[in-house]
């Protein structure tokens, strides 16, 4: 039970892969390697999900600009 990793440290990691994945192809050493820390443990495709519709949402609001924050009752 000593080697079980939290919560905190599972996220942390599939954000490192969400951010690797989104920034270029992988290669296939690095393909092989997600695929591994995938299957490791069901709550690291659980953590892999989350941290890429995060990365996503992210992106929408990006999208949509600093001056849309800035001036919410203007839409």
Known sequence: M????GSA???????LWVAR???????PEEEV???EWLADDV???GAFARAQAVSIHMA???ALG?????NP???
Not at 2 to 5: L, Q, T, W
């Open 2 to 5: 000593g080697n079980r990793k």
């Open 9 to 15: 440290e599972i996220d942390d990691a599939a954000a």
């Open 21 to 27: 994945v989104e920034a270029r192809t992988l290669s």
């Open 33 to 35: 390697e997600l695929d």
């Open 43 to 45: 709550r690291h495709l």
């Open 60 to 62: 929408k609001a990006q």
């Open 66 to 70: 600093a001056d849309f924050f800035a």
């Open 73 to 75: 009752d203007k839409k």
